[in-house]
């Protein structure tokens, strides 16, 4: 059973031995490009690459994959988390460039089924064509008649062989309710 008590006092780890751990120390690398080159140099030894080719035939995302490269190799203090997050993309394709050798079908993000990236769908088509409008009316006019431009074409193909544009829409009328008149309120 947990009890809240039962754990370090705060400032505990400041009474250790400095150097206890290897992130204590001053990292091994300090330049990203060394770090690439090292932490490449260690996945391309062929028992470490088969392991990752596995782990993607598995469905482990390179984002995965990635992190637990980073994270290892902050904890034995080869680089820093800053430098870690600097080599993060090379290791990224790295990791890619292994999965496309081996025809591996590669997962690139771990957050969705399908490896694909999320994207945030924050705003609807008009308040973005709104936002468009204010920020960059260039834009925003050269939309528009492109718009324009389609919408003429669009009743040029549909009319009918009299030239009479086709109805593209709902008309007023489709809506309209029943009418009411004295025999709907008799029946009710």
Known sequence: ??????????????TQPKGKWAWDKPPVFSE??????????K???????????????????????????LIGGFAKGFFSPDVGALIQPSIAIYLMGVAVDNNIPVRVF????EGLAKFDEGMDDMELLDAVRLQNP????TMREREIEQAKKSRARSAGMLGVAAPTGPTPDMFAGPEEGPEMEEEA
């Open 1 to 14: 059973m947990f009890h809240k008590f039962d754990k370090a006092p705060p400032g505990h780890s400041l």
């Open 32 to 41: 990203p490009m060394q770090a690439v080159d090292f932490v490449i140099g």
């Open 43 to 69: 996945m391309k030894q062929p028992s470490t690459e088969k392991g990752y080719i596995k782990m993607m035939l598995a469905g482990v995302s390179i984002e995965d994959l990635t992190q637990s490269v």
């Open 110 to 113: 771990s957050d969705t089924k």
């Open 138 to 141: 260039e834009i925003y006019n």
